[in-house]
């Protein structure tokens, strides 16, 4: 069990993201309205996102960062319930995986 946050507040973060999965399924099988780029975003990266948080609350290592082992802020938790990495770790990660800038050479993107 996680030493940093209380069985409540984990019990509580279990329960928003329980509620949270069930809501994107509704939400992205049946909302007709939603972009299929969202829906899609929602199922395949959202969703497993949620499931990984729920998984590590079972097996006890909710609230730890992946990459360091630290445990992520409470904070952190209440916005990102299914972080899995610190903020510092996720920046990192984030740098690391995230597209290189596209180069525009086109006349109207020149600096003068």
Do not use: W
């Not at 409540?8 to 279990?14: A, H, L, N």
């Not at 299929?36 to 730890?64: N, S, W």
């Not at 904070?75 to 690391?96: D, G, I, T």
């Amino acid at each position: 069990m996680c030493k940093h946050l209380t069985h409540e507040f984990i019990e509580g973060r279990r329960l928003h993201l329980v509620n949270r999965r069930k809501v994107t399924i509704d939400r992205s099988t049946v909302e007709s309205s939603m972009p299929e780029a969202h829906r899609q975003y929602k199922l395949f990266t959202v969703l497993p996102a949620i499931d990984a948080a729920l998984q590590r609350i079972e097996a006890g290592d909710y609230g730890y960062c992946h990459d360091c082992g630290e445990g992520i802020p409470q904070k952190r938790l209440e916005l990102r319930p299914e972080a899995c990495r610190c903020v510092s770790c996720q920046e990192a990660f984030e740098k690391v995986n995230s597209p290189q800038e596209v180069v525009r050479e086109h006349p109207l993107f020149a600096r003068a």
